[in-house]
């Protein structure tokens, strides 16, 4: 009876360790887990953050927002005509108005913002305590779309007066600049919102 006294609480004790050992074993394998899935999210989010920015600079600074068939184009800036005879485009300022300097300053501000936004994310990397958010990041994304998303709708809704082209709209189209803007402004929110809730791990 003493013998098999002394021998209980030597197995409850070993027991007890192995126990112990196979939740810490557990838990490392969550946090490794964890770690992974939050470091392909990051490197996600920083892919798509650059490819966004990227389709903003070049929608903003390329000639093709309303296009007259494949002679013609308009941007935010010029409107350009194609000579055939030097097989060149020949550009003149765009006529000024005041739907069309909005639209200028907002996509400005989407492109500075979006900016902002990557240097200050690449700043908290490397700054921000373990656990933190990138709420300013996020934020900044997400008022980037929404400047985006009023300088479409402006161009869209206001297109007559900005163009001052005493042809019918039917004969153009829109370029492929204006469609990249659209598809800027759902990716710029969306980074944004993943950028709120990205929380900084190590």
């Given at each position: 009876?003493?013998?098999?006294e002394?021998r209980?609480p030597?197995?409850d004790?070993e027991?007890?360790?192995e126990l ?11 946090s ?5 899935k ?6 996600f ?11 903003l600079?070049?929608a ?10 494949d002679?013609?184009?308009t941007?935010?800036?010029y409107?350009?005509i194609?000579?055939n ?5 020949l550009c ?5 108005s005041?739907w ?6 907002l996509?400005?501000l989407s492109?500075?913002l979006?900016?902002?936004s990557f ?8 700054t921000?305590?373990k ?6 990041t996020?934020?900044?994304q997400?008022?980037a ?7 479409v709708l ?11 082209d005493?042809?019918?709209?039917e004969?153009?189209?829109f370029?492929?600049?204006?469609i ?5 402004v759902p990716?710029?929110?969306v ?7 990205l929380?900084?791990r190590?």
């Amino acid at each position: 009876m003493c013998g098999e006294e002394g021998r209980r609480p030597a197995e409850d004790t070993e027991n007890n360790t192995e126990l112990q050992t196979k939740v810490s074993r557990r838990s490392v394998g969550t946090s490794t887990q964890g770690s992974t899935k939050m470091a392909f999210l990051l490197m996600f989010v920083t892919v798509l953050h650059l490819v966004t920015l990227a389709m903003l600079f070049i929608a903003t600074m390329e000639k093709s927002w309303w296009s007259w068939g494949d002679i013609e184009n308009t941007d935010l800036w010029y409107k350009c005509i194609y000579e055939n005879a030097t097989e060149t485009w020949l550009c003149a300022s765009a006529s000024e108005s005041e739907w069309l300097q909005s639209v200028q300053a907002l996509m400005i501000l989407s492109v500075v913002l979006s900016s902002i936004s990557f240097m200050v994310f690449l700043g908290q990397l490397f700054t921000m305590s373990k656990g933190g958010l990138f709420y300013f990041t996020g934020l900044c994304q997400i008022f980037a779309g929404a400047a985006a998303f009023v300088a479409v709708l402006i161009y869209t809704f206001q297109r007559r007066e900005i163009l001052q082209d005493a042809r019918e709209l039917e004969m153009g189209h829109f370029g492929y600049c204006y469609i990249l803007v659209w598809v800027c402004v759902p990716l710029l929110l969306v980074s944004g919102a993943l950028y709120v809730h990205l929380l900084k791990r190590a």
